[in-house]
């Protein structure tokens, strides 16, 4: 890009580092979603663990001690392969969680950025330096799967020239 014939405003640029934030908040939001759902599953899986719990130490207390219970083996079976469930589903949990939280840092970094363009009002030129920075220092582009950051665009060309 030259200094005269197709460069980004600032006003452009700020533009831009809204809608990043707004995109990766959307993220936040679905990866919220996502959790609420596995943690609501969690909680209904508990809630069936300790029914059957509860109705196993019925049965268990009801029997003389001379009487063997019935299926304890296979019931032993169901409930570690719940807890291996269980397990699963809270590290899941907690990588989502660690992702929502990396795009809300992310997020929030775009709009700083974008306050902080508006602010100082720098050139074009280096007012897209800056953004390019800021995508480079934290990764931008791996937060996008579907759209191309100003950084992408910028090192693209980069690519072809070598």
Do not use: N, W
Request: one cysteine or more; proline letters at 4%; a negative charge.
């Amino acid at each position: 890009m030259s200094d005269t014939d197709g460069e980004f405003t600032v006003d452009e640029l700020v533009a831009y580092c809204q809608i990043q934030a707004r995109l990766l908040h959307g993220q936040v939001e679905t990866l919220d979603e996502e959790t609420a759902t596995l943690l609501s599953e969690i909680d209904d899986e508990l809630s069936d663990v300790r029914s059957q719990l509860d109705e196993q130490g019925g049965v268990a207390r009801s029997q003389s001690p001379q009487e063997p219970e019935m299926g304890t083996g296979e019931d032993l079976s169901d409930l570690e392969a719940l807890e291996a469930d269980l397990t699963e589903k809270q590290a899941v949990v907690k990588a989502k969680q660690t992702r929502r939280d990396a795009f809300e840092e992310l997020a929030v970094g775009y709009l700083e950025l974008a306050d902080q363009l508006q602010t100082d009002t720098p050139a074009p030129s280096p007012a897209l330096k800056r953004v390019m920075q800021f995508e480079h220092d934290r990764d931008a582009p791996t937060y996008f799967d579907d759209r191309v950051t100003l950084l992408e665009a910028a090192t693209a060309g980069d690519d072809s020239d070598e």
